[in-house]
């Protein structure tokens, strides 16, 4: 009976949805950033599929019916990006700089601690796309030979410790430019760091929103060369 | 019948982009084929947002959701994540910051020179 419930692709996708839509509820009643609904997601499946002994499989018959979702989700963020077309052509040299800097400093940070730490190559290549939006450090990761859940998980604790401390930096650096904020929240911390800088303001939201596609394309680019 | 087309129009870009990824030379991913031919479209005028206004709405605000399984596969690495945990951290805490402040400091220096520009 547990195997005709539990592998059903019904099962993984309404336990999906249930534990995202708890912590969607989590999120909006605490209003913390670290109440992040994928995070507590994962706080909810892993230890329910483990405690149960229910096989990654069996939650995979639905999982990865949502997992095609991640190639459409990733191709609409074109549409975040055309909606800021008009602040995009005023500061698209500033845009594109900032965002290849952004890049290439992740990824020149991110191998040269894994190569302090003696992390192997796997490993290394799991974390160097951290920085950009989860659809795209997947395939980064998997081009470079990564573990693409290593990936997911090192992509949204960067998101979240992004949204905690990016308000604490533009502080103490005293960084007064909203351009400079929102370019900035986005290359060090995608998706989810937009939604803090959407909080901070209109225009942080939305250089916020094409920095992370921007640095998500050139970590791309960048990641065939290496 | 809208939110059908709005699927298919969308689901059609992504299968064009699987179709080109394979046949491109080096490995860039399809989902990034599918972003760049939207893009170009939306430039173009041949796709208005209005065409697929509430499928793609759907797909960016629930964006989180999408990524649930992909996390979930974790679970088959917990001895690995558990063996360099500290190293983890570090690495996540540093590359953040350095990444925030590189860029800052890019921005910050080529708005001046746009506004340098402006000037003359």
Redesign the interface.
Known sequence: MKEVICSSPFFGITLSITAYAIGVWLNKKTGKAFFNPLLISYLIIIPLLLISNIPLEWYNEGGDIINMFLSPATAVLAISVYRQRELLKKHLLTVVMGSLAGSLCSIIVVSLMCVLFGLDDALTASLIPKSITTPMAIAVSESLGGISSITVLAVIVTGILGSIISPLLIKLFRIKNEIVQGLAIGASSHAVGTSKAIELGEIQGALSSVALVTSGVITVALSLLI | MKILYQIAI??S??LA??VISVLLP???????I??????IM??AGWLK?DH?RE??DF??SN???????????????LD??AS?WL??????????????????????F??S??NRRKAE
């Open positions: 969308i689901f870009i992504c982009g699987e080096f490995p860039l991913p399809s989902s990034i599918s972003m760049l031919i939207l893009l939306l430039f947002i697929i499928k793609s797909l960016l964006m989180a959701f999408f990524f649930i399984p992909a996390g979930v596969g974790v679970i088959e690495h690995t994540i360099f190293e983890f951290i570090i690495i996540v805490v540093v590359s953040t910051v350095a990444v925030f402040l590189v860029t800052a400091a890019t921005v910050t080529f708005l020179l746009e």
